[in-house]
């Protein structure tokens, strides 16, 4: 089967920065993604990992590493604007569909 | 503009009614998905075409029947419709590693 496990939910100040972690397991992989969700609204996309190492947009980065099935995300000069759920998810090689994982609610504190 | 596109935003309706949401993308994308997200914010794929097949039905109860009349669109209809369907629906179109999403469909049954 396949599963994604993040932490359910992050807290930390504006100005900061903060990492959330995911970890999956899969039959196969095809890549790592990331989607923001604000409260009442859709998914939406950030990053993708389909080759280890870093990737940066702005003040988010993502990063893989395929050896030990984990990623990370990490948001950096933390807003307000920021709160909100973020997924990580798999797609699975061979199968065109992207498991979610169940998402991480980032509260910031002013 | 808009990407992904669904209707309704809301659809509140009794037990045992059938009921249709509909979806269209001005992307170009080849595949297109139907999501449920519970309660609990947690994100299921339903269904996934591509260029009007089907190609995957994740065990949804065959009151859901997704239509697809060319590969802009993609609709679902709901055949008698349960309490425990009350979830928001998310359409989404993709070409590679992203997903598009629609702004949902909260569906209310009562």
């Known amino acids: 089967g396949q599963s994604l496990e993040q932490p359910s939910e992050v807290t930390a100040v504006e100005g900061a920065i903060v990492q959330i972690n995911c970890t999956y397991q899969t039959s196969g992989f095809y890549g790592l993604s990331w989607y923001q969700q604000h409260d009442g609204g859709a998914p939406t996309f950030l990053s993708y990992?389909?080759?280890?190492g870093l990737e940066e947009t702005g003040r988010f980065s993502s990063f893989l590493s395929r050896s030990d099935s984990y990623g990370y995300l990490l948001l950096q000069e933390l807003q307000m604007k920021d709160s909100a759920s973020y997924f990580c998810a798999v797609r699975d090689e061979g199968d065109d569909k992207i498991i979610f994982g169940k998402g991480t609610r980032l509260h910031i504190l002013p | 503009d808009t990407a992904v596109s669904q209707t309704p935003k809301y659809l509140v309706t009794q037990m045992g009614n059938d009921k249709s949401i509909k979806c269209e993308q001005n992307l170009g994308h080849d595949t297109m998905y139907w999501y449920k997200q519970d309660s609990k914010k947690f994100l299921k794929i339903m269904f996934s075409y591509n260029n009007k097949e089907l190609i995957i039905n994740e065990t949804v109860p065959n009151r859901f029947s997704p239509k697809s009349p060319d590969k802009a669109h993609l609709n679902l209809h709901i055949n008698s419709l349960e309490l425990g369907d009350s979830a928001v629906y998310f359409c989404a179109s993709s070409r590679d590693t992203g997903y598009t999403f629609g702004s949902g469909t909260r569906l209310t049954v009562v």
């Open positions: 990992n389909g080759l280890d």
